[in-house]
């Protein structure tokens, strides 16, 4: 089996590692209640998704 020739000290180690972060979800204006909405998603404020009603959402009272 391979073996390394030499240790790889913690700073070479993590600087590797520099990109292996989360990503903060990119959000979007809904094009009917303007409401912040994730990419690709339907809306969670009025269920319309391309301007077109993809879920019925119930009436608050």
């Not at 240790?7 to 292996?20: A, N, Q």
């Not at 912040?36 to 339907?42: D, I, P």
């Not at 301007?51 to 009436?59: D, L, T, V």
Request: charged share 30%; proline share 5%.
């Amino acid at each position: 089996m391979a073996h390394p020739k030499s240790k790889i000290s913690k700073t070479r180690r993590d600087k590797r590692r520099t990109h292996y972060k989360a990503q903060e979800p990119s959000l979007t204006t809904c094009s009917n209640c303007g409401s912040g909405k994730l990419m690709h998603r339907v809306c969670p404020e009025c269920g319309f998704y391309r301007g077109q009603m993809a879920i019925e959402k119930a009436a608050t009272v």
